[in-house]
Nanobody, 119 residues
Framework: QVQLVESGGGLVQPGGSLRLSCAASGSSFNDYAMGWYRQAPGKQRELVATITSGGSTNYADSVKGRFTISRDNAKNTVYLQMNNLKPEDTAVYYC?????????????WGQGTQVTVSS
């Protein structure tokens, strides 16, 4: 079991930057692939970025070149550095931890942190 707590959201002007943090606790952080997802009002949740335990990353096309996901296994923390923010980035951002098991997969979610990019 993993507990996830996001922080770092807030209000920022277009073109600004924020760094989101997701602190994990419970067990076996190094065994999980980590990800960030977001959900804007009235829209479906969408993938933003993922990072495997080995450091391989994947990004949504909409954030490539602007966002960077990273992890510090010593601190059990995953980060999302968001640069050149746009109003379209406004959403609740959720941290995800995922581990494959024989029976399928385990997924854990944080409570979310609000990012608002004002025009």
């Amino acid at each position: 079991q993993v507990q996830l707590v996001e922080s770092g959201g807030g209000l920022v002007q277009p073109g600004g930057s924020l760094r989101l943090s997701c602190a994990a606790s419970g067990s076996s952080f190094n065994d999980y692939a980590m990800g960030w997802y977001r959900q804007a009002p009235g829209k479906q949740r969408e993938l933003v970025a993922t990072i495997t335990s080995g450091g391989s990353t994947n990004y949504a096309d909409s954030v490539k070149g602007r966002f960077t996901i990273s992890r510090d296994n010593a601190k059990n923390t995953v980060y999302l550095q968001m640069n050149n923010l746009k109003p379209e980035d406004t959403a609740v951002y959720y941290c995800n931890a995922r581990r494959r098991i024989l029976q399928g997969r385990l997924d854990y979610w944080g409570q979310g942190t609000q990012v608002t990019v004002s025009s």
